[in-house]
């Protein structure tokens, strides 16, 4: 891995770690050692990559939520999108992805509803074909 991807993948996991352990910028920052004056603004900018991270923070992360430094140089797993998956009325199965997890039943509901209203509008031949 180039020292570019490296120093991204640090970052991302570093923000992955504050947002799990439901901390803001600034708290994360004094965490780490910065001012209250600084800790929030310098944590943003190594999120957005104007700074770098250095080793003593990765190491001081490491020691107070008891992390190796592998932690900090995996690559994230790749996150797959949930499926719902239902039938219509007429029967007709349909599969919706959800990059934001699991669907609630209310919007399954609803949207096995539409499907319902897309199906019938295809049988009536008042769908709008746009061959």
Partial sequence: MDKDRSVD???YNMRR???EKHMTQHEF???????PDTA??????????????????????????DLTRDYFFALPEPTL???????ASDGTVVQILSPRG???EETI??????ADYLL?????????NND
């Fill in 9 to 11: 993948v640090v970052r």
């Fill in 17 to 19: 770690l504050r947002m």
């Fill in 29 to 35: 920052g004094e965490l780490l050692g910065f001012s």
């Fill in 40 to 65: 929030g603004r310098y944590i943003s900018m190594i999120e957005s990559g104007v700074r770098n991270p250095t080793f003593e923070m990765i190491d001081k992360l490491c020691e107070k939520f």
């Fill in 81 to 87: 999108p949930a499926k719902a998956q239902f039938a």
């Fill in 102 to 104: 699991k669907l609630s």
């Fill in 109 to 114: 509901r609803s949207l096995r509803d539409f």
């Fill in 120 to 128: 019938s509008k295809e049988k009536d031949g008042t769908a709008d």
